[in-house]
Nanobody
Framework: QVQLVESGGGLVQAGGSLRLSCAAS????????VGWFRQAPGKEREFVAA????????GYVDSGKGRFTISRDHAKNTVSLQMNSLKSEDTAVYYC??????????????????WGQGTQVTVSS
């Protein structure tokens, strides 16, 4: 079993920055990649960014390219999402989740598991 815990959400003005963290524990060797997803009220959960546990591959939603950076801290077993130039449309609950080696690199949330409890990000305009 893998456990993931998010932290770092909050309220920020448009144009500001936030850094989210996802701490992993348990069967970490089973993790192929960790992804960040978000869900706004009345909308489906969507992919935001992902990184392989080795750190050799990253991917981003088009709206996050150039603004978001995902990274992995080997020593702390954490995956962070640095979000800059935040916009009101970034407001959502952000979740991290992991995908195993048998599924490889996919961005659909349906293939991910071990979802964290989520952290609220609110961007005021």
């Amino acid at each position: 079993q893998v456990q993931l815990v998010e932290s770092g959400g909050g309220l920020v003005q448009a144009g500001g920055s936030l850094r989210l963290s996802c701490a992993a524990s348990g069967r970490i060797r089973a993790i192929y990649a960790v992804g960040w997803f978000r869900q706004a009220p009345g909308k489906e959960r969507e992919f935001v960014a992902a990184i392989t546990w080795s750190g050799d591959r990253t991917g981003y939603v088009d709206s996050g390219k150039g603004r978001f950076t995902i990274s992995r801290d080997h020593a702390k077993n954490t995956v962070s999402l640095q979000m800059n130039s935040l916009k009101s449309e970034d407001t959502a609950v952000y979740y991290c989740a992991q995908i195993g080696w048998n599924k490889g690199w996919v961005t659909s949330p349906a293939h991910y598991g071990s979802w964290g409890q989520g952290t609220q990000v609110t961007v005021s305009s």
